[in-house]
């Protein structure tokens, strides 16, 4: 039952009829009851969750980094959010109810710096993981000194580890240090560019899969 304060013409608290009634910051609202749901798990919902859970379990171990490789689509949402729409849309493949990520297709950072050109990965010393790429800092827009940003991430430890403003793009490698826990597990590596003064980022290229030094 709602209860008026302030007369017939004042805002009211609690329910009435669809209406529910309440006060916000000192602003009255009116807003209709939810309507039930009979059926929360339609095949429909079933598969977005899916679709959903996939993306999240890639994700998430990522959530840190996002913010910086994805922070330009932020419009109106997380950065996060971002990642998830793209790689969603973009990224994921299967079919119900198993859907995985194509490693491949995914992005870890989005913008319009150039990105690596011919990026490599090796791992010959143990808990390390190489990344060589080609200088290409003469492409348009492209700087000496735009700074590395490196993923490895181990799916089956669902942990990544990541760098975020490493060497110059005219080093050409840096090397990303993981735990001795990684050892023989295979993980899947991305690498990217921002400018120098962390204004615009590169679309991620995927470096490939490469198991860690056992």
């Known amino acids: 039952m709602g209860t008026i304060k302030q007369g017939i013409l ?3 608290s609690g329910k009435v009829g669809t209406v529910i009634g309440g006060n916000w ?4 609202y009116m807003r209709s009851k939810a309507a039930s749901i009979s059926n929360p798990k339609t095949e429909a919902q079933l598969d977005q969750r899916a679709r959903f859970g996939a993306a999240l379990k890639f994700l998430q171990p990522l959530t840190a980094f996002l913010r910086v490789g994805f922070k330009n689509y ?3 949402m997380t950065a996060f959010n971002s990642a998830m729409s ?3 849309n973009n990224a994921l493949t299967g079919v119900y109810p198993e859907y995985f990520i194509d490693y491949a297709s995914a992005l870890v950072s989005r913008g319009s710096l150039p990105g690596a050109l011919n990026p490599q990965i090796q791992s010959a010393t143990p808990n390390q993981v190489e990344f060589t790429w080609q200088d290409n800092s003469q492409d348009a827009n492209a700087s000496a000194n735009d700074k590395v940003l490196l993923v490895v991430f181990n799916p089956a430890k669902q ?3 990541t760098v ?3 060497n110059d793009r005219s080093t ?3 090397v990303v240090e993981v735990p001795a826990t990684f050892a023989g597990d295979e993980v899947h590596c991305y690498i990217g560019f921002q400018n120098a003064n962390q204004s615009v980022l590169s679309n991620s290229v995927y470096a490939g899969p490469v198991v860690v030094y056992d």
């Open 86 to 88: 793209y790689n969603l």
């Open 172 to 174: 050409g490698n840096q």
């Open 74 to 76: 932020a419009v109106k």
């Open 10 to 12: 004042g805002g009211f």
């Open 159 to 161: 942990l990544a580890i």
């Open 25 to 28: 910051k000192g602003i009255d």
């Open 164 to 166: 975020v403003g490493g």
